[in-house]
């Protein structure tokens, strides 16, 4: 094929992409239009999951940190440091570290016996 003959094809192909993803079709054949992201074997719409331990979860999944609720995708729960605390267990932001310092959105939980 001559340099020439790419630019046709290469414009012809993105002219099919525009057309697919304008159809709004479901299913596989529109994998190439939507945000995608892979969990170990499986492709998932960040938008809608997330991967948290190669699973995936729900954005809107809550699990409970003692006394507290938090939001999978987006917390943590860590062991408060020192041990023995009143509050042994604290919800951090997943972008921080279990053990930095305490923060401002950082919520105190009480274990539940």
């Not at 719409?45 to 809550?62: F, Q, Y």
């Not at 006394?67 to 951090?92: A, D, H, I, M, T």
């Not at 919520?107 to 016996?113: A, F, I, Y």
Request: proline share 8%; net charge positive; charged share 15%.
């Amino acid at each position: 094929m001559t340099p020439g003959g790419c630019v046709p094809a290469v414009s012809a192909a993105l002219s099919l992409v525009m057309i697919l993803c304008s159809q709004r079709a479901s299913g596989a054949s529109l994998m190439l239009c939507q945000p995608h992201t892979r969990c170990g074997e499986q492709f998932y719409d960040p938008l809608r999951h997330c991967c948290h331990d190669g699973a995936l979860v729900a954005l809107g999944e809550a699990r409970q940190c003692g006394n507290c609720s938090y939001r999978v995708c987006f917390e943590q729960c860590c062991p408060r440091w020192p041990l023995g605390l009143q509050e042994p267990l604290v919800v951090k932001l997943r972008v921080d570290n279990c053990f930095s310092p305490p923060a401002r959105g950082d919520k105190l939980c009480r274990s539940v016996s």
